[in-house]
Nanobody, 120 residues
Framework: QVQLVESGGGLVQAGGSLRLSCAASGRTISATNMGWFRQEPGKEREFVAAISWSGGSTYYADSVKGRFTISRDNAKNTVYLQMISLKPEDTAVYYC?????????????RGQGTQVTVSS
């Protein structure tokens, strides 16, 4: 079973940037599609971005397209989410997860998440 640990969250002003990391342990994720999701208390989980096992294909929610970039380093067993031009509505707990279907992503194994707060 894979363990996923997110880091890099924090408080940032609107228009700012953050880079989230998701470090995997327990087994390699180099053959696994991965994704980022977010959730605010009392709201439904929202898909953010996904990346194929090779890194050759990516998929984004319309709400983050052009502002967020997902990437991975299989040698480091780590997935990243670079976020720029952050908006208050991006505030949520962000977590990474394994994903079976890149184009219809739903989370499999997931981490505990990291809080991102964007102030206006």
């Amino acid at each position: 079973q894979v363990q996923l640990v997110e880091s890099g969250g924090g408080l940032v002003q609107a228009g700012g940037s953050l880079r989230l990391s998701c470090a995997a342990s327990g087994r390699t994720i180099s053959a696994t599609n991965m994704g980022w999701f977010r959730q605010e208390p009392g709201k439904e989980r929202e898909f953010v971005a996904a990346i194929s096992w090779s890194g050759g294909s990516t998929y984004y929610a319309d709400s983050v397209k052009g502002r967020f970039t997902i990437s991975r380093d299989n040698a480091k067993n780590t997935v990243y989410l670079q976020m720029i031009s952050l908006k208050p509505e991006d505030t949520a707990v962000y977590y990474c997860a394994t994903v079976l279907n890149l184009w219809s992503p739903s989370p499999g194994y997931r981490g505990q998440g990291t809080q991102v707060t964007v102030s206006s």
